[in-house]
């Protein structure tokens, strides 16, 4: 019997399960040509999509591997990324670089070559924030340039990070598509119907994709699984940084102590809190690594989402 209990209306964007079935499927291709279409500002316009295999290894068999969420190139053989980053990781930059190369390198030829390679295109939607300098600025271009004249200096790899939760726009102030489908990612599992300012066709098909009362029996129960997943690992993170910053602020107010009282709770507690938060990263990552295993969750995927390396995870 086909019990479903999930509330929402439509599915989390930020589950596994969720991201791929919106743009991971040769059905959606459509979504995924319009959301990137708005990301790039009509500089780069996308007309069709191949998916490939989301599954790299490395030069040798002692390379870690990679696993894409969606990866895909254009009608120009231009390869583009595309990751969701569901929480907070340490090295979620080196991560990028580190996947970058893989779409580099396997456009290498054997025998005579130019090494003329096609662009690439990294694109980080992200479930946190790494730069807190601004709280509207949560579009980053990034690309390689001359740091004296600020040109670019190479323009065939881009990385594009969204820092979703700074997105805050209501409906009635969305302007353009770029807009709207950060609003879609945003807030897409909280809604109950679809707004009016997405009257767009491509909007329409999304939601109908999104809606859960409409997935197979074996569609719910791999999003279900997913959901749980999504939850023990926001779950995981919300409880490191506590514990972090508790046992930052406890370490930090000792060391205080040998300085002195007054300067002592300022310095202590500035200085435990990094040391807190460095031990409290590793820390959490493994009780999520731990709490993921005891679910049954393969390990390749628990370290693609910890960090860990998959020795690490055995070891628990």
């Keep these: 019997m086909d019990s479903r209990e999930l509330k929402d209306r439509y599915v989390n964007p930020y589950t596994d399960f969720g991201f791929k079935k919106l743009f991971g499927t040769e059905m959606n291709k459509d979504l995924l040509i319009s959301f990137i279409n708005s990301l790039l500002s009509g500089k780069e316009v996308v007309k069709d999509l191949t998916y490939l295999n989301t599954e790299h290894l490395g030069t040798s068999e002692a390379d870690r591997k990679a696993v894409f969420d969606v990866y895909c190139e254009n009608e120009n053989g231009e390869k583009i990324l595309v990751e969701m980053q569901r929480g907070e990781q340490q090295f979620f930059k080196d991560r990028s670089l580190y996947y970058a190369t893989f779409p580099i390198r396997e456009q290498g030829q054997k025998g005579e070559?130019?090494?003329?390679?096609?662009?690439?295109?990294?694109?980080g939607i992200l479930n946190f924030t790494f730069d807190e300098q601004s709280n509207n600025y949560y579009h980053h271009e990034?690309?390689?340039?001359?740091?004296?004249?600020?040109?670019?200096?190479?323009?065939?790899?881009?990385f594009i990070y969204l820092e979703m939760p700074k997105f805050n726009k209501k409906e009635e102030e969305?302007?353009?598509?770029?807009?709207?489908?950060?609003?879609v990612l945003r807030n897409l599992s909280r809604l109950l119907e679809r707004p009016k300012a997405l009257q767009e066709r491509v909007f329409t098909k999304l939601f109908e994709a999104a809606e859960v009362a409409k997935f197979t029996k074996?569609?719910?129960?791999?999003?279900?699984?997913?959901?749980?997943?999504?939850?023990?690992?926001?779950?995981?993170?919300?409880?490191?940084?506590?514990?972090s910053k508790e046992e930052g602020r406890e370490e930090g107010l000792k060391e205080g102590e040998k300085i002195g009282i007054e300067k002592g709770e300022k310095i202590g507690i500035e200085k435990g809190e990094k040391i807190g938060i460095e031990k409290g990263e590793k820390k959490k990552a493994m009780e999520m690594a731990q709490s993921l295993k005891a679910k049954g969750v393969a390990i390749s995927i628990i370290a693609e989402c910890s960090g860990l390396s998959e020795e690490e995870i055995n070891s628990l």
């Design 113 to 123: 070559w130019n090494y003329r390679l096609k662009a690439v295109y990294v694109i």
């Design 142 to 158: 990034v690309k390689l340039i001359d740091t004296r004249t600020k040109e670019v200096f190479y323009d065939k790899l881009t």
């Design 174 to 183: 969305l302007n353009g598509m770029f807009e709207k489908w950060l609003f």
């Design 218 to 243: 074996a569609e719910y129960d791999s999003y279900e699984e997913s959901l749980k997943v999504y939850r023990d690992w926001i779950n995981t993170i919300e409880t490191a940084k506590i514990k």
